[in-house]
């Protein structure tokens, strides 16, 4: 953890900032190496000091040891943030934009003394953490285990007459027996129609007989996550349906064979986006084709022709081409790869797909 702080020390310096308010848990988690809820860490090269209070204080103490202060709060936490800023001596304080609410920002502004400010900052510690450590990417392996268990698992589970929330609830469960800490996000389960809904939310509808079954599911193991998304067939496929499959398909593998270090992460997300358009059905594939994963479901880097960005070594991120036909039907595929030093793995190949 140690290393992570040095690497984001340097990186305060190249920003002429002389500390960092971090709020965000998943950053706090990053920096700290453990799972870091309901706390804040002030960083700056002359201390660490990470606030919290009488519910966590024992917890945390030994994992803090040589590398932060600990700070238990009996009254307000942003006085507490803002006279430790004091007793430092800060003077350039950056927060995270995208996690402070602006409340919280007045308030500790309020606490500060002429010739100390704040300054917004974004992406500093979420550019760093797009690079996995080894340690990181084993962790993800578990969760992809566990979730390609899962996917085994529903198989059976799906059949007419059976609700897509009873096969949530499964899902959930079995996940745990299998450690994960939970869910990575709410469980996916679209059945027929309500598959043309990228985000659709289990309910009380009942699988009818021929329908498909889109499975979107990911697990939390000790703070990485997996994202996968898979389609079921219980009845023969119709001439429609296979074709859409084949072309999401050959769209994830035309992208996925594109992806070493150095590329333009547009072109990816181009290399299936055009394949898709070619075969007509541009307009009913309206998201990015990935997102980074790790300690959080969707982070750095975004798949997508919109993120300015080239592909490094370390980076682990889905590739989920899909099409929605509204009123019938969708088709989503996705897996997790890894760039690697020559190209990529593909870190959920071994799911059946």
């Given at each position: ?12 310096n ?52 040589g ?7 009996n ?19 950056a ?28 992406n500093?510690?979420?550019s760093?953490?797009q ?97 996968l ?60 084709l ?7 479901t ?56």
């Open positions: 953890m140690r290393a992570r702080l040095r690497k984001f020390l340097r990186r305060l190249q920003e002429n900032l002389d500390g960092f308010i971090v709020s965000s848990p998943a950053n706090i988690s990053y920096l700290s190496g453990f799972a870091s809820c309901d706390a804040y860490l002030l960083v700056s090269p002359k201390e660490a000091v990470y606030f919290t209070d009488s519910r966590y204080i024992e917890e945390v103490r030994p994992k803090l040891k590398w932060a202060s600990l700070k238990k709060l009254g307000s936490v942003f006085e507490s943030i803002a006279s430790a800023c004091r007793e430092l001596k800060l003077e350039r304080i927060f995270e934009e995208r996690h402070m609410p602006y409340a919280e920002y007045k308030k500790i502004k309020g606490y500060l003394v002429s010739g100390q400010h704040l300054i917004p900052s974004h500093l510690i979420e760093l953490r690079i996995k450590e080894a340690g990181e990417v084993e962790k993800i392996r578990r969760a992809l285990k566990i979730t390609g268990l899962s996917l085994q698992f529903v198989q059976d589970l799906i059949k007419p007459g059976t609700k897509e929330l009873e096969i949530a609830a499964e899902l959930e469960r079995f996940i745990r027996y299998h450690g994960a800490i939970g869910a990575a996000f709410d469980i996916i389960v679209a059945a027929g129609p309500d598959s043309a809904y990228p985000h659709h939310r289990p309910g009380q509808k009942k699988i009818r007989e021929g329908e498909l079954v889109l499975v979107d599911i990911g697990v939390d193991y000790f703070g990485y996550k997996s994202d998304t898979r389609v079921f067939f219980s009845a023969k496929i119709n001439s429609l349906t296979r074709r859409i499959y084949d072309i999401v398909r050959k769209a994830q593998e035309k992208a996925i064979a594109g992806i070493r270090p150095g590329e333009e992460i547009p072109r990816i997300d181009a290399l299936a986006r055009k394949y898709i358009a070619d075969k007509g059905y541009a307009k009913f594939f309206g998201h990015s990935g997102h980074g994963i790790g300690l959080e969707h982070e750095l880097p975004a798949i997508s022709s919109r993120f300015d960005g080239i592909l490094l070594p370390g980076m682990v991120f889905t590739v989920e081409p899909a099409i929605y036909l509204p009123g019938k039907f969708g088709i989503r595929i996705e897996d997790m790869v890894l760039v690697t030093r020559k190209g990529c793995e593909v870190l959920s190949g071994f799911i059946h797909k």
